[in-house]
RNA sequence: GCGCCUGUAGCUCAGUUGGAUAGAGCAACUGCCUUCUAAGCAGUAGGCCAGAGGUUCGAAUCCUCUCAGGCGCGCCA
């Protein structure tokens, strides 16, 4: 629809002198202005010197293909607005039915390789409400530019070297002391806390009964808490996969950090960097000097003590992406590490590439709220509620939904008791409903002797009431949509435009009985439902979401 | 103190990258189940777009300042 109209206006634009004009096409705010607008006649009026009413008609004047349009308006200081012809819309619903949702996604990314690294939660503990915001936006996003014609590769990152995961060693050897009765064992200050930790003690008791158990190796625990550390990150690491797994989020490639130190990845960035004359020694350390390219302090890569900082294994992290040549590189991060992101560029650009190659999308904070009262989450102390049992609580698609129908940079507050609540405040199941419906307008169709399978030869003149004209209009609206939300990134335009089809199904199905002694009729009508479900089972599939047959 | 994000209906959030008279859901109130599923439908009500300036044909959207909330500012990860 979109593109047809563009073709024209171009056409017609160049005529008028204007050699590669930008044409600009909306939906207009009120549905009586037209189906598709353009501001094209204001934006020229500086470039032609005349009064963009004036050249408004001109261009209306001047299109040739009148046939497609029922009528072509000139309204306020200068939009044009295109009402399209029924004939036309009926081809365009047609094609829905025919060719399936393939017809409905614009191919913007061309075969363009992108990765998105996402979620990438340190395997220390079970994944929390704020990982699954980023698990269903990062996922939501990375179905978005498949079906929008990019080559997607989803990676997860995962922190199995350094401090932390050494302290989750020690906090579990630590519980597995005194399981043990090694007698008194002091626990690690800042150790991990939650249950998990017990029951993963317990499982590495029962893996290596008592070998690390005696005392003397109170004095020197070295071996045991190594050994407990590697148990405990693998187990962390399964729960973890278990866990995305059973939330429908799944990556291509899990890229490890140690492996970065094992294939000296990371001794090779750092020389990198030197050759390029970006480090310099100072205090007995070793430093990378952001600030040449807009951080604002410069950064350690080597301590004192000879020890790599988290930075200096995530700078190699980089260059190994960025040498995989994507088009386009994503890294999702909680907002809380935005700080982070001017030295990563900084490194970027440092090895020689534009700060664009990385573009960062932040995933805003999550508080976790029941009934109004927020609920505290630390890892620190062990109290938090984890993805998992949320999940449990309110349900897999509900999250979902909730995650989705937000920008990714808006904080979030997510009420466990509203989310639970099986009513209309769960927007999912007004979408979901819709598309149950219409499999038993299917089904009854069927017992009524209907052949559903055969609708190519409908006819889809029959369906002129002003309600079904409303929902062809908008479900051919849905590239549009698809086309913006594919280019900005923002899984959540599609979230918001499947409630609005489903707004205008139900009100729809009330009025109207799709199925009736009216053959053709019927026929007509099985056509608009079969297209509305193509959209929104298109919808569901790229936001991650279950389309139930029935509810 | 500096930086980033946010501020839109009572609540939770959209607002198509600067377009036309400001949008949805929930909550509130009034109605609708012998008819393809009432997780639904019809209707009522709800606004100084935090505030003040500026940019232009045109601003919730862009710029500056102020106020409020969140998050960062390690030789932690």
Not at 149 to 154: N, P, Q
């Amino acid at each position: 629809m979109k593109k047809r109209l563009h073709d024209v206006l171009k056409t017609v634009v160049e005529k008028l002198g204007v050699p590669s004009p930008e044409i600009v096409i909306e939906l207009p705010r009120e549905e009586s202005f037209g189906d598709l607008a353009t501001p094209v006649a204001m934006s020229l009026s500086k470039i032609l010197k005349k009064p963009p009413r004036k050249i408004a008609e001109d261009i209306a004047g001047a299109i040739e293909e009148k046939e497609i349009f029922e009528k072509i308006d000139i309204a306020g200081p200068g939009f044009i607005n295109f009402t399209f012809s029924k004939a036309y819309l009926h081809s365009e619903l047609r094609k829905i039915i025919t060719d399936g949702p393939a017809i409905l996604r614009e191919n913007i990314g061309k075969g363009k390789r992108i990765q998105i690294e996402f979620v990438s939660a340190n395997p220390t503990g079970p994944l929390h409400l704020g990982h699954g915001r980023g698990a269903a936006f990062g996922a939501a996003l990375a179905n978005l530019l498949t079906a929008g014609g990019y080559k997607v590769e989803r990676e997860y990152y995962i922190n199995d070297a350094g401090k932390q995961v050494l302290l989750l060693g020690k906090s579990v050897f630590a519980r597995y002391m005194h399981l043990c009765g090694a007698g008194e064992y002091a626990f690690p200050d800042d150790g991990y806390r939650g249950d998990y930790i017990e029951d993963v003690a317990k499982e590495f008791k029962k893996e290596v009964g008592k070998k690390y158990c005696h005392s003397a190796l109170k004095e020197s625990p070295q071996q045991g808490i190594i050994a407990a550390q590697e148990f405990a990150y693998g187990k962390m690491l399964d729960i973890i996969k278990k866990d995305l797994g059973e939330f429908g989020v799944l990556f291509d490639t899990w890229q490890s950090e140690r492996e970065l130190y094992k294939s000296s990845d990371v001794t090779k960035a750092i020389e990198d960097l030197r050759s390029h004359g970006h480090i310099f020694e100072k205090d007995g350390a070793t430093w990378f000097r952001s600030t040449d390219f807009g951080d604002d302090k410069d950064r350690v890569l080597v301590k004192q003590d000879g020890e790599y900082t988290y930075f200096t294994s995530d700078i190699a992290y980089h260059r190994k992406k960025i040498e995989k040549k994507f088009d386009e590189l994503i890294d999702i991060w909680g907002a809380d590490h935005h700080g982070y992101i001017p030295r990563v560029q900084a490194v970027i650009q440092a090895l020689g590439y534009p700060k664009e190659s990385l573009r960062v999308l932040l995933v805003q904070m999550v508080s976790l709220l029941r009934g109004g009262k927020p609920v505290q989450m630390s890892k620190r102390t062990g109290e938090f509620v984890s993805l998992r049992e949320v999940i449990a609580e309110v349900g897999a698609d509900t999250a979902k939904f909730i995650f989705l129908t937000r920008r990714s940079d808006s904080h979030l507050e997510f009420d466990l008791e509203v989310a639970k609540a099986q009513s209309a405040e769960n927007p999912v199941f007004y979408v979901q409903y819709a598309n149950a419906r219409i499999n038993s307008i299917f089904a009854n169709a069927k017992t009524k002797g209907f052949d559903t399978g055969g609708l190519e030869d409908t006819d889809l003149g029959l369906l002129s009431a002003q309600e079904e004209v409303r929902i062809i209009k908008k479900l051919l609206s849905y590239p549009i949509i698809f086309e913006g939300a594919v280019i900005a990134h923002e899984p959540h335009r599609i979230t918001f435009f499947l409630q609005e089809i489903a707004g205008m199904f139900h009100p729809y199905y009330h009025k109207y009985k799709v199925v009736t002694d009216d053959i053709r009729l019927t026929g007509a009508r099985l056509s608009l439902c079969e297209a509305i479900r193509v959209v929104i089972k298109d919808g569901f599939e790229i936001l991650g979401l279950s389309a139930p047959e029935r509810m």
